[in-house]
């Protein structure tokens, strides 16, 4: 490879390290990024209207291929929009190789409107920042971003590309580094211990997370030790992804809610983590332990979050399972799908149709926050599929993930469950959706309210003089003045888009949407689940 | 004052300290803030679907009112959201009472799905951090943040607030200290040796920035020494806020694109500042000097940004104008309006358009990027106005500023001259418009495209191998396919909206808009100033 600019050494480096999609939200600093793309069409350069889009993209686009997408952001505004999709990416562990382009070095030091401190925004949300000094430097440190964002474990590697670093000549690509880091683990001890636990007839919940809920293998190795057993089986509460439907493990999650966590491992004298970390509430709560080990119960961490989990549960079943246990079979979910409920349109209604139609192998996308309550039973029996969840608590991450996942997997429907208040917060990547001819069928679940924060309201409740429930207090919670109409927010960035207004409406809409190339949108309205 | 939550405290400060609007996108650990609302009827909570339109609007708010608003937002993720739109209110020198809600105190080391190091991303873009670590502590820890916002000069104070200090018992409002910080004022020496520069009969310019383009006193004196002396005189590129219009000085603006900024400081021996910063380039470009002083040119600094600017020009004209020059009057923009053009709509007669039509009093908020190329001059002699602009160069400010600006100024109409690309990121806004029923009147310039970076990539483009504009990269500056209707974006968020295709259209639809209360949104359709 000859000698070429940063930006030319960046390009290459990436594809030829896997990184053949960038989610570009770019400006002038980046403008040799773009302008080399011609000169490398192995690169998909995707263009997203606003940068949290491009790392919500980029999120969901790793969890589903495994290996990062790349992101081009630009200077310190830009990495603050993408940040909370970045926020959702860390917590998921997906690989991001997250390219940020900021002022030439000459230029930095003088204070334009547009300097800010990136690098202590970076560090905020990557795993892993490195800022290139010259254009020498470009070609090995985008290898090393991207060992670092492959990890074991994912992670978000950030590289801050000085747009001088990016224009200067003598540069080159550099590969990957071939050994990367190493997997944690489970230990010989911890393994026995878990066994131990397992094996001895008190009451156990076994919680898995990481790579284990997207990978059947671990999921029936987790199942068959739970039928051997009697312990209680449970997905953390918000897995990156997880395989699921008709063949599968039907495996269930830790409550979100407080109080179902609690009654879920209340009584257990042992609770074994593989892959996911001791359970905790989502938030604090005035009259609400945040760590949610009943009291008495024994943490056995086999692996921890990040760490070799799939494997580990395979080791774990081979230890616990021995002697007649050794036979026994995982159950799988049987093939069985809701009829297609008719009449009024609620969260139950929906939930109905979703399982009746949800097509063979399909990426669900969900962020319908409350209006999803029914969507895990309805959906077990369904043809198999993968379920992505909000994994950070970032609202906004569904509608940019269901673009990063249907350009992972193209032959593989989309489906983007997703509540009303969350989608606008990246509510632009519709146009993505559509420019890109994505087979992304959105579901809006229009309540008019941003329903989980009545559901809040109630949880803090008692903390409060009176019921906080006042007027005012409820207008801060409530979407419908005016009514937010995702029919014309959704054609007017191109994507064709109806209306349900009943259960059979829905049914209709979404084969309709099944039937036809590219984007559609359906909104469903349904009353919201707290009132 | 009984003792109270530090929620209560926290409302309780703030409009005793006369912050009386708070623009919100709270989530659970805000819940306290937000139940005690209906006991602070003197707060009015403004709810945003996305926290980069409430730092948007806080930055509008507190450019009009002179005093801060705050905003509430929700944990890092929430504050990453809003950054942009704080990154363009710390370049205006906006007063914003930024409240972050945080984990409560006892939650935080869980490393709980939404924890992340919002210290570090506050610190990255506020002038003043605090953290208050008990309810006892909010009271003061807000005074302190008011008094910080205030300066002068204003700046983003963050408050950050653990979700118990807020619903914990024991907390107190607190008053504003009386005693703000000192504005910087000019120092003799440095105004003498301005003048004599100025009075010297070597070509000058005399820059000015901060609050100077606000005042008019200030405006009248620049003008009367420029009148006198010969000098030029420039505003900085991007002011926070400036008074125009018939009978007040018409003062020009340094230029954004390198060379036009070249042209009109070439020559300069002497270059005075005036809370404006020493012009440098926006970007760094391969073959264009970031530092925009002339060689050989002399810098005075009278004041720096954020100091007594406008005190200083009037000390500065009572210097300079001595003996006969002591008569020079200030010319005044006379009144005088562009004919509403007919046919074909370009930037030119939308221009002319705006001229024709902008109201009395109105506020600007111009974001109009390439598209409000012809709008100084057009509205030169419109009747009196103030004009807000893009000062940090982080786009999607337009539609939040406008929002904050009208309810600063309930009395005022306010048209917010918007780039069809930059709208997107907050487009969202338009819903608070709708729900507010707020006088803003929003002309999207539709020309498919993000033109600015087809300008920015002819001026890095010689340093491209080729020219840079290849298919492939162009297509990450083309927003036409699919082309966003903005007229269903808006009515999807309840905003009336239209088309204008042609002059005339344009011209009937502002009428139109002007005649009713609330918002309207007029998408006007026209050629990219860079094909």
Redesign the interface.
């Known amino acids: 490879m000859t000698a070429s ?1 940063g930006a030319e050494a960046l390009l290459h480096t990436l594809v030829d390290g896997g990184v053949t999609t960038c989610f ?1 939200n ?4 980046e ?2 990024f ?6 490398v ?1 192995r690169m998909r ?1 995707v ?1 997203t ?2 940068e ?1 889009v491009a790392t919500g993209a980029a999120d969901g686009y790793g969890r589903m291929a495994g290996h990062p997408a790349a992101t081009l952001l630009h200077l ?3 990495l ?5 999709n970045l ?1 959702n990416a860390r ?1 998921a562990g997906t690989p991001v190789v997250n390219v940020v382009g900021d ?2 070095t ?3 030091p ?5 300097e ?3 690098d ?2 970076a ?3 990557s795993g892993w920042v490195r800022r290139s000094a010259t254009p020498a430097d470009v070609g090995p440190d985008t290898a090393a971003a991207i060992a670092a964002a492959c990890g074991p474990p994912g992670q978000v590697a950030t590289l801050l590309l000085p ?2 670093a990016s ?1 200067g000549a003598g540069a080159a690509p550099a590969a990957v580094p071939a050994a990367p880091a190493t997997q944690v683990t489970a230990d010989a001890d911890a393994l026995e211990s878990a066994a131990k636990a397992l094996r001895g007839g008190e009451r156990c919940v076994l919680l898995i997370g990481g790579d284990a809920p997207a990978d059947e293998a671990a999921l029936v190795a987790a199942d068959r030790i739970a039928a051997a057993t009697g312990a209680v089986l449970l997905a953390e509460t ?1 897995p990156a992804r997880m395989v699921r439907g008709a063949g599968v493990p039907a495996v269930g999650r830790l409550g979100y809610v407080p109080d179902m966590a609690i009654h879920q491992l209340r009584g257990a004298r042992h609770l074994v983590l593989v892959g996911a ?1 001791s359970p ?7 009259a609400t332990p ?2 949610l080990v009943p009291e008495g119960c024994a943490v056995h961490a086999v692996v921890p979050k990040g760490g070799a989990a799939a494997a580990a549960l395979v080791a774990l079943a081979d230890l616990v399972l021995t002697g007649p246990a050794a036979r026994v079979e995982a159950p799988r979910a049987r093939a069985h799908r809701p009829e297609p409920p008719t009449g009024p349109l609620t969260v139950e209604t929906a939930a109905a149709v979703v399982g009746a139609l949800l097509p063979e192998g399909a990426v669900v996308v969900d962020e319908a926050v409350t209006s999803g309550i029914g969507l895990p039973a309805a959906t077990a029996g369904a043809p198999r599929h993968d379920w992505l969840t909000l ?4 609202i ?1 991450y569904g509608l940019p993930a269901a673009a990063g996942a249907a350009l992972a997997c193209p032959d593989r429907p989309v489906w983007c469950l997703q509540a009303d ?1 969350s989608a ?2 990246t ?2 990547a519709l ?1 993505t959706h ?2 890109e001819g994505l087979d992304v069928t959105t579901l809006v679940y229009s309540n008019a309210a941003y329903a989980i ?1 009545r559901m ?2 109630l ?2 409740g008692a ?3 009176g019921d ?6 409820r ?5 419908g ?9 959704a ?4 994507v064709p888009a109806e209306r349900a207004r009943t259960a059979d409406e829905l049914a209709s809409a979404l084969r309709r949407a099944g039937s036809e190339p590219g984007p559609h949108l359906v909104e469903a309205v349904v009353p919201p689940l707290v009132p």
Not at 26 to 29: A, L, V, Y
Not at 80 to 84: C, F, K, S
């Open positions: 600019t570009a770019p400006g002038t600093s403008m040799h773009v302008a080399a793309l011609d000169a069409p350069g263009l209207l606003f949290g310190g505004p830009g603050g929009n993408g940040l909370a926020h917590r002022h030439a000459f230029h930095k003088l204070d334009a409107p547009l800010s401190d990136v202590a925004i560090g905020a949300v747009a001088d224009w918000f970390r905790v509430t989502f938030f604090g709560y005035p945040s760590d994994t950070g608590g970032a906004g208040g606008m917060y509510i632009s146009w559509a420019r924060l809040e309201l949880q803090v903390s409060l003089q906080g429930g006042g007027q005012r207090a207008a801060l919670f409530d979407l003045t005016p009514t937010l109409d995702f029919v014309s927010l054609r007017g960035m191109g």
